[in-house]
């Protein structure tokens, strides 16, 4: 059954809902039919509170732009931003497999496999930090994988706070995994202490270390 957000699409864009793939505390994953494929479509909801989201159009859009422009082939940027009066909405091309669908799953990938996926996704980062893009949310489920193992860093996190307080677990769940595994990749220098020395603003610029971080 569609869920009852499915009434916050506009059909002049032509998507079907078919099935939504996770529920985050950010954003819902939802898998949809467009007249050219499947396309998922990250969906956030405005709470009643007037949000203004065009710096965070901005980047994304800069991201988009960047990486259009240039040969990119193992970068999958958003590729289509809109926004209504009840959510914002994000789209890209669906893949069946993400990183970790393709570790768990037969046939089990031997290690000339992994080391290829390994060497792919540290150039898809080394490309990104090259023209001054961070991702901020490196992990198994933002790295797709073809069925003929090409790998694709996707689901660039501009939008997410770049630092959070240690003490307060609520914000962990920005970054978590949505797989029920509750594991998170977040660098350590990302956190900080409420009250401490420390006062950053949660939507600072992503420093490329923080990715290395989380590749490894």
């Not at 800069?62 to 990486?67: A, C, G, N, V």
């Not at 040969?71 to 990183?99: G, I, M, S």
């Amino acid at each position: 059954m569609i869920p009852a957000e499915g009434s916050y699409f506009n059909t002049q864009y032509n998507l079907v809902l078919k099935e939504v793939l996770g529920r985050g505390r950010f954003s819902k994953s939802i898998l949809c039919k467009h007249d050219e494929g499947l396309v998922l479509v990250k969906v956030y909801f405005k709470r009643g509170d007037f949000i203004d989201l065009r710096d965070y159009e901005q980047r994304l859009s800069k991201i988009r732009d960047i990486f259009t422009c240039l040969d990119h082939p193992h970068v999958w940027p958003f590729q289509f931003w809109l926004e209504t009066d009840k959510a914002a909405y994000l789209l890209r091309q669906y893949f069946f497999n993400n990183l970790h669908d393709r570790l768990s799953t037969r046939p089990f990938l031997c290690v000339v496999e992994k080391k290829w996926l390994a060497f792919q996704l540290l150039y898809a980062v080394k490309q990104s930090h090259e023209h001054g893009v961070c991702h901020g949310d490196i992990k198994c489920e933002n790295v797709l994988v073809t069925s003929w193992n090409w790998l694709y860093l996707a689901d660039f996190a501009s939008f997410k706070p770049t630092y959070i307080p240690h003490d307060d677990p609520s914000d962990f769940s920005f970054f978590f995994d949505t797989g029920g595994r509750r594991r998170c990749y977040l660098a350590p220098e990302r956190f900080y202490e409420h009250g401490g020395e420390m006062h950053v603003a949660p939507d600072a610029p992503l420093k490329p270390s923080m990715d290395i971080f989380a590749v490894g």
